[in-house]
T-cell receptor, first 112, second 113 residues
């Protein structure tokens, strides 16, 4: 069966520090991968999605970036965090077009 | 374009009450429709889905019917439990627009004993 992992589960970072969040999927090949952000009490905002290694589509211009160095690995990064980057970051995967999206457990980021 | 509109929350119900959470959609093609549930501090879990008109998705006592004529996919449960307290998201995906999902803003449900 397929599983999706995210880490860390919780992160507290100072403003201006770098960020790296990792997402990995097991049990499937060539998944579509997604990064979402959920601000407190808000809905989901799609940040990036990827249909293959090295292929990244950005939905919202901001100080975040994403990379997909391996088929089942998706990384969300920032060089300098802003207060507004605080939120709950969710990774998801799907197969097919369109396929059901399955979500990871999320990373809660607090920027102070 | 594609979009999903779901009823504003929060919704508070007593245990064993009937639940309806409204969801309507706009789509350019022939979408698949989904309900996801998010328990506190967790990621989203797929609750049910329907891929074509008149399909009924069901799971854990929840049901939703894909109504093309009213562009709706309302979530219902006959008797809610305290453990159903969560945020519920309606979503659609449309083959014509590739791999993206379109989510509603979520409806928070609290069930009190």
């Amino acid at each position: 069966s397929q599983t999706i992992h995210q880490w860390p589960a919780t992160l507290v970072q100072p403003v201006g520090s770098p960020l790296s969040l990792e997402c990995t999927v097991e049990g499937t090949s060539n998944p579509n991968l997604y990064w979402y952000r959920q601000a407190a009490g808000r809905g989901l905002q799609l940040l990036f999605y990827s249909v293959g290694i090295g292929q990244i589509s950005s939905e919202v211009p901001q100080n975040l970036s994403a990379s997909r160095p391996q088929d089942r690995q998706f990384i969300l990064s920032s060089k300098k965090l802003l207060l507004s980057d605080s939120g709950f970051y969710l990774c998801a995967w799907s197969v097919g077009r369109p396929g059901t999206q399955y979500f990871g457990p999320g990373t809660r980021l607090l920027v102070l | 374009g594609n979009s999903v509109t779901q009823m504003e929350g929060p919704v508070t119900l007593s245990e064993e009450a009937f639940l309806t959470i409204n969801c309507t959609y706009t789509a350019t093609g022939y979408p698949s429709l989904f309900w996801y549930v998010q328990y506190p501090g967790e990621g989203l879990q797929l609750l049910l889905k329907a891929t074509k008109a008149d399909d009924k998705g069901s799971n854990k006592g929840f049901e939703a019917t894909y109504r093309k004529e009213t562009t709706s996919f309302h979530l219902e449960k006959g008797s809610v439990q305290v453990s159903d307290s969560a945020v519920y998201f309606c979503a659609l995906s449309d083959r014509s627009t590739g791999n993206q999902f379109y989510f509603g803003t979520g409806t928070s449900l609290t069930v009190i004993p």
